[in-house]
């Protein structure tokens, strides 16, 4: 089909002519002036940091790998999972964990950075942990502390976006461990938040778990089950309700997650959904599926679009 339906070659050439001749300075209908970009981002999920697997020596490799980027990026969100796991660890455990996650942020990392909460940085909700809700640090409290988070959930302006940090790991019922949701008092704020948010302005959501992802589709047992089988820990189990939400703003341009160590790109009703896979990979244990170790590069622009690119690092999977 030709890309100019009511105009011919000859015609389309006589106008162009006409509107050079005219100053030199006029543009084809199509062209639109050139998008700027105003941040590129890391977005880091998923580094699950542990004492074991030299996972401290794999996150610095992979903060080397973003800050030697040729094209290097102005902050680094982390996507939650941040640590191996506190939902189901002693309270000596967690701290460890909290510690190495320090040392390696002091040594390695001069980005700015922000971050989520994963539902592996709770602490105590797993029967093995040993915590009661009574103890200092309890459930999130500890992961917000250590993240230096304003609150589970917040607000920021960066570089004419908003960015909106949800906390999507929620308490589960008989069947889940923990559900992927928001809780009624953080709905309502982001549904306020976003009513309150200029129209031209663009909004980025990072939350840990995915709102809407297509991968999650391919990590369960379907050929067994004959079902298409996504749990409500894997993916939100409100999806639609925030859909709906985000489709009435209007300006919630992308959301970016992690938890399912994959990769993939869902667009629905206007709004981008990224899952950035994980820099550890499948638990410091190599690829999950066909995704190794990685971030994303994320760049935003003054229109409110954006671009997205998986990276690798180079890490070898070690045995301990
Ligand atoms: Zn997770």
Same mark, same amino acid.
């Given at each position: ?13 006589t ?11 006029a ?21 699950h940091?542990q ?13 080397a ?5 040729? !094209? &290097? =990026?102005? %902050? *680094? #969100? ?14 000596d455990r ?38 009661s ?21 917040f ?25 992927g ?14 009513k309150a948010?200029?129209? !031209? &302005? =663009?909004? %980025? *959501? #990072?939350s ?5 992802a297509?991968c999650?589709f ?19 189990i ?12 209007g ?7 992690g ?14 959904y990224?899952?950035d ?14 995704f ?23 890490w ?5």
């Amino acid at each position: 089909m030709s890309r100019w339906p009511d105009l011919s070659r000859r015609k389309f050439l006589t106008v162009a002519a006409a509107l050079m001749g005219a100053g030199g300075l006029a543009r084809s209908a199509e062209e639109k002036p050139a998008r700027r970009r105003v941040l590129r981002l890391a977005h880091l999920t998923d580094v699950h940091l542990q004492p074991e697997k030299q996972a401290a020596e794999g996150f610095a490799k992979c903060l080397a790998h973003v800050q030697s980027q040729p !094209d &290097k =990026p102005d %902050l *680094i #969100l982390f996507g939650g999972d941040n640590i191996m796991d506190s939902f189901d660890q002693t309270k000596d455990r967690t701290r460890i964990q909290w510690e190495l996650w320090h040392r390696v942020l002091k040594s390695d990392c001069s980005l700015p950075y922000l971050s989520c909460i994963g539902n592996h940085d709770v602490w105590g909700w797993g029967k093995k942990s040993g915590a009661s809700p009574e103890e200092p640090g309890y459930g999130k409290a500890w992961a917000v502390e250590e993240l230096r988070l304003p609150k589970r959930y917040f607000a920021v302006e960066k570089a004419g976006w908003k960015f909106i940090i949800l906390d999507s790991t929620h308490v589960g019922d008989s069947r889940h461990g923990y559900l992927g949701k928001l809780d009624d008092e953080q709905f309502d704020w982001l549904a306020a938040e976003l009513k309150a948010t200029p129209k !031209d &302005k =663009p909004i %980025l *959501i #990072l939350s840990h778990i995915p709102i809407l992802a297509a991968c999650v589709f391919l990590d369960g047992n379907n050929e067994k089950t004959g079902d298409w089988v996504v749990p409500g820990s894997w993916m939100h189990i409100d999806t639609r309700k925030l859909t709906a939400l985000f489709h009435q703003s209007g300006n919630v341009k992308v959301c970016l997650s992690g938890h399912t160590h994959m990769v993939d790109e869902v667009n629905y009703l206007g709004t981008t959904y990224y899952c950035d896979g994980a820099v550890s990979g499948a638990w410091w244990g190599g690829k999950y599926h066909q995704f190794g170790e990685g971030y994303a590069l994320i760049d935003l622009y003054d229109d409110g679009t954006t671009s997205r690119e998986f990276v690798t690092y180079g890490w070898e999977a070690k045995k301990s």
